[in-house]
């Protein structure tokens, strides 16, 4: 069966340095992976994906994530983190490929705290 | 605003009720998921439908749980005999019908079971 593991609940970073939010998976087959990140009372923002091709996906607001196969990991990372991009983000893989049902299967989360 | 939109925002029914939540999808996309999130968890999975068919319904979605499509647009989700456990916030997402897309997420239904 398909799984996203968060293994932090939460991280906390100074704004202007780098961050990481980390994500693993276990699919049967090819990854489809995805992260998004949820504001107070708002829904679900997409970032970014990867489908196939570069390890190194670019998203929106200056995020970017990279693949790595061999550690099944999809991290979520941003050179120079901002107050603004404190929320809560989720990793999720596609638990189908080819035209069916794209249900996604959701990491718990990991709270993202930019102090200034 | 062209996005995906759920009514209503917030529902705090008493045990027993019947509710029913309202999804309007991106008008292009033809496939539209349900989702349900609880406090400190991610999204669970619990139907999806593509145009007017529902394709599949998760374990999650017990009897009392039943969802439609009529025509292919808006989607609703009713609850029957509501209960505590199913305090929630309900979110409902759009897709284009392509490979590989990212899915839109509304705002949400919050229910409060009392």
């Known amino acids: 069966a398909q799984s996203v593991a968060q293994p932090e609940d939460q991280v906390n970073v100074a704004e202007g340095n780098p961050l990481t939010v980390k994500c693993t998976y276990s699919?049967?087959?090819?990854?489809?992976l995805f992260w998004y990140v949820q504001y107070p009372n708002r829904g679900l923002q997409f970032l970014l994906k990867?489908?196939?091709?570069?390890?190194l996906v670019k998203g929106s607001y200056g995020f970017e994530a990279e693949f790595n196969k061999s550690q099944t990991s999809f991290h979520l990372k941003k050179p120079s983190a901002l107050v603004s991009d404190s929320a809560l983000y989720f990793c999720?893989?596609?638990?189908?490929?080819?035209?069916?049902?794209?249900?996604?299967?959701f990491g718990t989360g990991t709270l993202l705290a930019v102090q200034p | 605003d062209t996005g995906v939109s759920q009514n209503p925002r917030h529902k705090i029914t008493k045990r027993g009720q019947n509710v029913t939540f309202r999804c309007d999808p991106i008008?292009?996309?033809?496939?539209l998921y349900w989702y349900r999130q609880t406090l400190g968890q991610g999204p669970e999975f619990l139907t999806y439908f593509q145009n007017e068919a529902q394709l599949e319904k998760s374990r999650l979605l017990s009897d009392r749980f039943s969802a439609e499509r009529p025509k292919g647009s808006f989607s609703t989700l009713e609850i029957q005999r509501t209960e505590q456990g199913d305090s929630a916030m309900y979110l409902c997402a759009s897709e284009p019908g392509l490979l590989y897309n990212e899915q839109f997420f509304g705002p949400g239904t919050r229910l409060t079971v009392l």
């Open positions: 008008s292009e996309h033809n496939r």
């Open positions: 990867y489908i196939t091709g570069d390890n």
């Open positions: 999720a893989v596609s638990s189908k490929a080819g035209g069916a049902t794209n249900k996604l299967i």
């Open positions: 699919v049967s087959g090819n990854p489809y």
